[in-house]
């Protein structure tokens, strides 16, 4: 650590806020809890393993929570976004392997949209994968037309895709009439089924890296800074108001990505006891919800599915953005040249699974686990940052029992991900 303290803009004739313009950054972070990685994972753990993932899934959350919380604590408390101290606080060597971590996490994101959105135009209209593929690159123009109106309005656009989807997946959830005795205990209650069977911890570790996506730890550290730069309030006001923020929307996605998997144990589950099939891809998913719910919840999984992939991507967009210009210290990086290349790069892998006809759900749940593998090179800066007084000050270096907490948290990832990668390589039996 070497850079001195950096002090954001502050002024003492700071604005007067009504509450809501307090909200936003979250908005478009909590959309990463729910994209179709994490409909891929929470599919494949609800279908084979009914309610018992459940517990990882909230675990995830609650670690999400806390990792979010600290990005906005440390982006209001120093003026600058954790790519910047990065780069600024580690040799030049170890900068690099973030920044490198950070783009494969964020290509990781990316395949994953493509995938989705794909598969949702596909069910939707018919439209072929690769097809779909291949459409999702006029998101660049969506996004620049977003950029253009300002943060603003793509955090009430990423509300509206918030509530659209809670309110379509509480739906599919009540259709699918699950055992609430077994939702409840499941999601809070640890078992130990990811130490003896391989391939439920490896989902286990798909989901972790779903919900606790690298990109998003650096994007959320860097939005909050636009209510600094509008003086809307102290930073400490605004820091108050941004844990809300972050706690409410990361629980309302919590909700989502739990009800997605409820639905998959309460529909796919009692399939595979009775035959032993899993219903692991998304057009299995879609064509088993109609005859067994109704038409309406199959196109309700398909519009959910879209609008997650596309403003998912959206955010991975962002987020690029911010890591591009934070870690190779470049500023008003060209945004439309950026996404066409990184699309360029991540639809190529896409278009080659597609076209060898690798299972979409399958793509999609090893590129989580790929993130899951970034993970610690995100949050281990992140904790070491915000630990330290000479960076963050006295008023927001992290508590204790924020070190007794994440620490732990940290090194659970880390050490699950190492487990993970041994018994891959066949050092430790599966």
């Not at 909050?224 to 820091?239: F, G, H, I």
């Amino acid at each position: 650590m070497t850079s001195e303290p950096t002090n954001p803009p502050r002024s003492p004739k700071a604005s007067k806020a009504v509450w809501w313009k307090f909200f936003g950054p979250a908005f478009i972070i909590s959309i990463g809890y729910f994209d179709p990685g994490n409909w891929a994972t929470d599919l494949q753990a609800g279908s084979q393993y009914g309610y018992q993932l459940l517990w990882i899934l909230s675990l995830s959350c609650l670690i999400g929570a806390f990792a979010q919380n600290l990005c906005a604590k440390l982006g209001l408390a120093t003026g600058r976004n954790l790519a910047e101290h990065c780069r600024d606080n580690y040799p030049r060597w170890m900068s690099n392997t973030m920044f490198v971590s950070a783009v494969i996490s964020m290509m990781a994101t990316d395949l994953a949209e493509i995938i989705g959105v794909a598969v949702a135009l596909h069910l939707l209209f018919g439209i072929d994968l690769l097809a779909g593929a291949l459409i999702t690159a006029v998101d660049v123009f969506l996004i620049l037309l977003l950029n253009r109106w300002g943060y603003r309005y793509i955090e009430m656009v990423f509300l509206i895709v918030l509530a659209t989807v809670s309110g379509i997946y509480i739906a599919e959830m009540f259709m699918s009439n699950p055992n609430y005795e077994a939702v409840a205990i499941d999601s809070v209650v640890p078992g130990d089924l990811i130490l003896h069977d391989f391939n439920a911890l490896f989902i286990a570790i798909g989901v972790i890296g779903a919900t606790i996506m690298p990109h998003n730890l650096y994007l959320h550290s860097s939005l909050v800074m636009q209510r600094l730069k509008d003086n809307l309030a102290p930073a400490k006001t605004l820091y108050r108001w941004s844990v809300i923020d972050t706690n409410i929307s990361l629980f309302v996605a919590w909700f989502i990505n739990a009800a997605i998997l409820i639905v998959a144990a309460a529909v796919f589950h009692p399939l595979f006891l009775e035959s032993g099939e899993i219903v692991d891809s998304f057009q299995e998913a879609y064509k088993t919800l109609v005859p067994i719910l109704s038409q309406g919840a199959g196109l309700i999984f398909a519009v959910a599915l879209l609008c997650a992939g596309i403003a998912s991507s959206t955010s991975a967009t962002l987020a690029g953005q911010i890591v591009f210009e934070g870690f190779l210290n470049i500023k008003h990086i060209n945004l439309f040249h950026l996404r066409i290349w990184t699309r360029l790069a991540t639809m190529a892998p896409a278009v080659i699974a597609i076209m060898m006809n690798a299972p979409p759900v399958t793509i999609l749940v090893w590129s989580q686990v790929v993130l899951s593998l970034q993970l610690p090179f995100a949050m281990i800066p992140l904790m070491r940052i915000t630990d330290s007084e000479k960076l963050m000050g006295a008023d927001y270096k992290n508590k204790f029992w924020i070190k007794l907490v994440m620490w732990p948290a940290t090194i659970l990832i880390l050490l699950l991900n190492i487990f993970l990668i041994l018994q891959c390589v066949g050092v430790v039996p599966s």
